[in-house]
């Protein structure tokens, strides 16, 4: 039987297509064609990609079949191609929060020589959106076209900047559908939907940042080394050099939560501060990770050279030069009055003596949002000077009245705020185990845990 909605190509056919995975067997190439096609084009209605996306969920995809759809999505809309002359990198995190290390990593590689042409995305939800965070720099650009993008990455060596054009169309309509058919948690299709744009966004080398824990997508250590393991495996098999590092995200990373006030944050790490801190650690270690890929290096002194750009100033010189070459107004770095400034603020304070046991990531990052740092809809208006500002991090020491942590916002009222945030924290009069920041690293030379 053929539906009159569903157009045939060959002997392809949509009916088949979703037999055929209802039954457990791999898809051709030419059948997932067929299908990223069709959802584009419109020519598959709804329910049948729905009923594809739930057979998926139940029987998964092997490598061979996710990597062919991947490349496929990609390729559903335009892609960034780059010179073979630049040395194109690119680096992703699966979300979370307080995670401002594209501000930092972005501008060690530029200054290490590499070409950082990277199409950011915006917030929603708990996580921070990397484009919201530098939006909060006065007269900053991040709406361009791609011969305005071009030019600021050839100029500079770094861009950083809002998705344009019709890149991976086939991702937006297969993620709606996704949201809203219990269908999300599909470890082939969460790893085909960031891949296909990680692909689109044309870069050689990749660094992904897969977070675990409270604060991420993926709660524990085995499934963020098995995203880490399909989505590097992906990269590989479509030509990409990419590894993956395991990151934790039980507590939030950096003491800055909110746009302008991660910024912040970020400049302070490019001009030297923080070298004992869990951001510095992990944005090092990317920007290594990245450097090491693309040099002939080893490990130890791709991390060396990644420090070393934060200690010389190059790094911090190339984060200037990339505001400026996008229409910001510098200045605002070494003068952060020249940031949006909050109507209002309430300090948190310690009722006890003894230690900051645990801080729950993803509490945190909501507050943070309904304090007006994030959306909880696509359309919802941001305030870049809302968040949190943490004073104390698990692991220290308390005294009754220390400070724990600032709230900031436009928001007249705070108290109910302060008393969520209390709510996500723990204390304890014995001095807390911490989990391990970096858990491990996946390449093509396979899994190492740390």
Avoid at 148 to 168: D, H, L, P, W
Avoid at 335 to 362: C, H, R, T, W
Avoid at 371 to 383: H, Q
């Amino acid at each position: 039987m053929i539906y009159a909605d569903e157009k045939d190509v060959g002997d392809v056919r949509m009916f088949d297509i979703i037999a055929k995975k209802r039954d457990g067997k791999a898809l051709s190439y030419d059948e997932l064609e067929f299908f990223v096609n069709g959802i584009v084009n419109k020519s598959i209605a709804d329910y049948q990609t729905t009923a594809l996306l739930m057979a998926i969920y139940l029987n998964g995809m092997d490598g061979r079949e996710t990597s062919d759809l991947c490349m496929l999505m990609a390729r559903s809309g335009d892609m960034m191609e780059f010179s073979d002359e630049l040395i194109t990198v690119d680096k992703h995190s699966t979300g979370g929060v307080g995670d401002k290390t594209s501000l930092i990593a972005g501008p060690i590689c530029a200054a290490a020589g590499l070409t950082v042409a990277k199409m950011s995305g915006r917030a929603l939800g708990h996580s921070g959106g990397t484009v919201d965070k530098l939006e909060s720099i006065p007269g900053l650009k991040v709406d361009m076209t791609v011969a305005e993008f071009e030019m600021a990455y050839r100029k500079t060596g770094i861009c950083i900047a809002g998705q344009s054009g019709n890149m991976v169309p086939a991702d937006k309509i297969l993620y709606a559908l996704r949201d809203v058919t219990a269908t999300i948690d599909c470890l082939p299709l969460i790893a085909t939907s960031i891949m296909s744009k990680k692909l689109a966004a044309g870069a050689g080398n990749i660094v992904l940042d897969v977070k675990t824990g409270g604060g991420a997508f993926m709660k524990d250590a085995k499934s963020a080394f098995e995203l880490a393991e399909k989505m590097v495996e992906i990269g590989l098999n479509n030509g990409r050099n990419i590894s993956a590092l395991i990151t934790m995200m039980d507590a939030p990373l950096g003491y800055a939560i909110g746009n302008s006030l991660e910024v912040m944050e970020a400049v302070e790490i490019l001009k030297g501060g923080g070298e004992d801190t869990d951001l510095y650690r992990v944005s090092t270690a990317l920007a290594g990770e990245l450097i090491f890929m693309t040099s002939d290096i080893g490990h130890k002194e791709a991390l060396e050279m990644a420090k070393s750009k934060i200690s010389d100033g190059s790094a911090y010189a190339k984060l200037l030069e990339m505001i400026a070459g996008q229409g910001g107004d510098a200045n605002a770095l070494d003068d952060f009055s020249l940031f949006k400034q909050p109507a209002n603020k309430f300090e948190i304070v310690a009722e006890n003596n003894g230690y900051f046991a645990a801080l729950d990531a993803m509490s945190v990052g909501i507050i943070s949002m309904n304090l007006g740092a994030g959306r909880s809809k696509k359309t919802d208006p941001i305030d870049y000077s809302a968040g949190i500002r943490l004073k104390k991090k698990p692991g220290d020491r308390l005294k009754s009245g220390d400070i724990i942590a600032v709230l900031y916002s436009d928001i007249e009222k705070l108290e109910a705020y302060a008393e969520e945030f209390k709510a996500a924290c723990k204390f304890s009069k014995e001095k807390p185990d911490i989990p391990s920041l970096i858990l491990g690293r996946v390449s093509k030379n396979g899994r190492e845990t740390y």
